[in-house]
């Protein structure tokens, strides 16, 4: 389906960098909301997700969750998930088996970076530990389950943040989950009514100090904290040396996943929920965590074409985000040995091809006044409506990759409206696939 994007943006092209001065936060909720967002993550509007573990070996999962494997084989004990195990593995296999086949054999960091600069995302989001408790580097704390000491024998974590340091202008984030579904310290606690604190302050919280001093990550992306209060998970300690005494205290940022009730209330970015599109302005930034493949953030293997969104898909969901005032991160899963599934590539090689073209349109624009114009195919009778722009004596309207093509327009009978005359281009000119974009100078 063609269609054009009909969300309007104001485009500011100077970068502010945020300056926090001397400023301390305490570690209140008041105190940590006042904290400014860092202005890179506004202006970026577009990230890269991958989840990536141990569950990447299975990469099956019933209702279609291949990251959440070990949970539907023996949290829920799904039959779909019994069944795949008793079907094709030995009796008595564990799911610590898989951990030596997550071998990563094809990891190459190098041709991860170039992708993910290519595809036109700002910035990069990997899983350091899903609810699984393995962590993609040597956590001191995680012997045996982690990257180094099992599986790959890598530093996954640390190689992905060189690679991309080095090669791309990309910021680098991690995944953390705050839980882990059967580590046994946690499991106490929760018997406890998370009256004890023994998995926070043995294994938690070090890992999260150790993995934001060693790898320097300006995004944390908290995750799994919905079983209990932050007061339990000591999220408002953490967040405070965060922002007062580690070193990315002045560039990071942080989502709203910190316990019971904070979806939505405190953090820095809001993801109330994954595939989040209020689908209106809110008084606080928001972002759309969301898949490539519409049903799982893991690899699945058994995936057919239909499961993945089109790229008409993904630029109509980016245009709506982005004109509401929210970032849009996609996500994809590779594999566990180490490769991105062809889909994938071409899913953020077409992405970064669209960018090229139609970036201003994106890249730290700030939201119109209205964002639910409507989104029509191109027009057989060759004249395009918005209903919403107030034209004025000086308007003009071009359509970004044809700058010097200036579209004659009408205005419609009523306050406000504008008819674009499209009949003078050919396909052949037109200078992107999937949508174009419309730049209207000159509106009230």
Not at 86 to 106: H, L, V
Not at 175 to 200: C, G, I, R
Not at 226 to 255: C, G, I, M
Request: charged share 20%; glycine share 8%.
């Amino acid at each position: 389906m063609l269609f054009g994007l009909t969300s309007f943006f104001l485009v500011i092209n100077q970068f502010t960098s945020l300056h926090v001065g001397g400023i301390r936060y305490e570690p209140t909720w008041e105190s940590l909301d006042s904290r400014p967002n860092p202005a890179w993550y506004d202006e970026a509007k577009i990230g890269i997700f991958m989840h990536w573990g141990v569950y990447s070996v299975p990469s099956f999962g019933s209702s279609n969750l291949a990251e959440w494997f070990w949970w539907c084989w023996q949290g829920s004990k799904n039959k779909d998930c019994i069944d795949f195990m008793k079907n094709n593995y030995r009796p008595g296999f564990s799911y610590a088996d898989f951990a030596p086949m997550f071998k990563a054999e094809f990891f190459n960091p190098d041709e991860w970076a170039d992708l993910i600069a290519r595809s036109g995302a700002r910035y990069f989001l990997l899983t350091s530990k899903h609810h699984e408790g393995w962590t993609n580097w040597r956590s001191n704390i995680s012997w045996n389950w982690n990257s180094v000491d099992n599986g790959p024998h890598r530093d996954l974590v640390g190689e992905l943040a060189a690679s991309i340091r080095s090669r791309t202008n990309v910021t680098f984030g991690l995944y953390y989950s705050l839980f882990e579904w059967f580590h046994p310290m946690y499991l106490a606690d929760k018997a406890n009514h998370f009256e004890t604190q023994n998995y926070v302050n043995k294994i938690m919280l070090p890992q999260l100090y150790e993995v934001v001093t060693k790898y320097k990550p300006e995004y944390i992306w908290s995750d799994g904290e919905w079983e209990a209060k932050d007061t339990y998970w000591r999220s408002k300690e953490f967040l405070a040396w965060l922002y007062n005494d580690s070193p990315v205290k002045d560039t990071v940022l942080v989502n709203d996943r910190w316990g019971i009730g904070d979806r939505c209330k405190h953090g820095g970015s809001f993801t109330c929920d994954d595939r989040y599109n209020p689908g209106k302005l809110l008084g606080h930034k928001w972002e759309d965590a969301m898949t490539v493949d519409k049903n799982s953030w893991g690899y699945r293997r058994n995936t057919v074409l239909s499961d993945f969104l089109t790229m008409d898909d993904l630029t109509s969901i980016l245009a709506s985000v982005v004109s509401c005032g929210g970032n849009m991160v996609m996500n994809i899963g590779p594999t566990a040995d180490g490769r991105i599934d062809p889909i994938f590539q071409e899913r953020l090689t077409q992405m970064g091809d669209w960018l090229k073209v139609n970036g201003e349109a994106i890249y730290a624009s700030k939201p119109w006044r209205a964002q639910n114009d409507t989104k029509p195919d191109w027009p057989s009778s060759g004249v395009l409506n918005f209903t919403l722009p107030i034209p004025s004596s000086s308007t003009s309207v071009t359509m970004l990759g044809l700058p010097d093509v200036d579209l004659p327009w009408k205005a419609m009978p009523g306050k406000s409206g504008i008819m674009v005359m499209l009949s003078q281009l050919t396909l052949d000119e037109l200078p992107c696939k999937w949508a174009w974009v419309f730049k209207m100078t000159g509106v009230k």
